[in-house]
């Protein structure tokens, strides 16, 4: 990102109270236009409690929160979406009763362009083939790592510029885990910008172009994530290595 660049969205100071435990510290945290940028740490961290705030899903109680440079914070999900922001939440939310088409059609409430809606779900069974397969299916009977897909699809039909995805590995069998993380390193390439929420640090460093680490609330090391994935003090927290 250059130096005069502003970026897609900044978090200042932020400060997010969950059950009344300050659970994020007054982070900072960047992510300029076409990164992926990840942030990671063990459960319990604070991360999914940051997404909350950036979308609106937990009152903010202190700092910034800007898209496009624009204060947002406090901004309600559904305003978001309609400027290009989308997120995909812990635990994929799927709506169980809905066939797969139904679902994807829902990730694009925000538009009215038929021919252009029809397109993009085209696009999404073209990342993922086995919707295609069970697009007459409801997504409750889909695997854990169909409904992410099936999630992370929803959201693309909001044609985001800024996609947020909130532990999307979790609970998969690790073929699915790499499927995901395959899939999201296509949706970067393609020009969305990504912030990826993640308890793999591993994987998730080795897709990112930059890294935050955070624990206990407060964002502790940041930088290239080929460094942090080198670095000794993330190996022996999140890698199994000294």
Not at 96 to 116: H, K, V, W
Not at 136 to 155: D, F, I, P, V, Y
Not at 235 to 242: D, E, I, K, N
Request: net charge neutral.
């Amino acid at each position: 990102m250059g130096a005069d660049a502003t970026p897609l969205l900044s978090l200042e100071r932020l400060q997010v109270a969950y059950g009344g435990i300050q659970a994020v510290k007054g982070i900072d945290l960047v992510v300029g236009k076409g990164e992926l940028v990840c942030l990671i740490g063990a459960n319990g961290a604070g991360k999914t409690t940051t997404v909350k705030g950036v979308t609106g899903l937990q009152p903010v109680s202190g700092g910034v929160v800007r898209y496009e440079g624009d204060d947002v914070t406090g901004r309600p999900a559904f305003e978001l979406v309609r400027r290009g922001l989308a997120m995909v939440p812990e635990g994929r939310g799927v709506f169980g009763a809905l066939t797969i088409e139904e679902n994807l059609a829902m990730g694009a409430y925000t538009r009215t362009d038929r021919d252009g809606i029809r397109s993009d779900i085209e696009r999404v069974y073209t990342l993922f083939p086995r919707l295609h397969e069970r697009r007459r299916q409801t997504a409750g009977t889909l695997s854990g790592g169909e409904q992410q897909m099936l999630a992370m699809g929803r959201a693309m039909m909001s044609r985001p510029r800024l996609l947020l995805l909130d532990e999307p590995s979790m609970g998969l069998a690790p073929l699915m885990v790499q499927k995901v993380f395959e899939t999201v390193l296509a949706i970067s390439r393609e020009g969305v910008t990504i912030l990826l929420i993640e308890q793999n640090a591993k994987l998730a460093l080795e897709v990112s172009h930059r890294g935050y680490v955070m624990e206990s609330g407060e964002i502790t090391l940041s930088g290239d994530a080929k460094s942090l994935l080198h670095d000794p003090k993330v190996r022996a927290a999140y890698l199994g290595a000294a």
